[in-house]
C-alpha cells in the first residue's frame, strides 16, 4: 500500500494498475492520494471505470486545493479523506464530491491520554 500518485511510480505501471481494476469491474477500488497534481496530470490518460473511486486526502485548509484538482478529474466517484482533521475547514465545497471520510489524531500522545 503506497501512494500511486507518487512521482516515482511510472505512468506505464499505474496504466496498468487502472486497467486491471476497470477489468475487475465486480470490485470496487479505492485510490486515494495525496499528490492530487500527479492525478489532475494524468487523469485524461487513465482508462475511468465506475468500480474506481478516486480521493484526496483534505488535511486542513492548506490542503483544500486537492479538492478542485480531484473535482476535475475523470473519477466516476469521487471521495475525500478529511483525516487526521487536524484543523477547521471553514466554507468546504462538497461540490461533485460524493463521499467523506472524517477523522481525528489519534495514538499516543491523545487528548485524554491515561484519563478514565
Not at 465506475?50 to 484538482?69: F, L, P, Q, S
Amino acid at each position: 500500500m503506497s501512494d500511486l500518485f507518487l512521482k516515482d511510480v511510472p505512468f506505464d505501471f499505474i496504466k496498468k494498475v487502472f486497467d486491471i481494476m476497470s477489468k475487475a469491474h465486480w470490485h470496487t477500488f479505492q485510490v486515494l492520494t495525496k499528490r492530487s497534481e500527479r492525478l489532475i496530470e494524468l487523469s485524461q490518460s487513465l482508462p475511468w471505470a465506475a468500480n474506481i473511486w478516486m480521493g484526496v486526502t483534505v488535511e486542513n485548509k492548506d490542503y483544500i486545493h486537492r479538492i478542485d484538482d480531484l473535482r476535475n478529474s475523470g473519477a466516476y466517484i469521487k471521495f475525500l479523506s478529511i483525516e487526521p482533521l487536524l484543523g477547521p475547514m471553514p466554507e468546504l465545497n462538497l461540490k461533485g464530491i460524493d463521499w467523506v471520510i472524517a477523522g481525528g489524531e489519534s495514538g499516543p500522545g491523545e487528548i485524554g491520554e491515561g484519563q478514565t
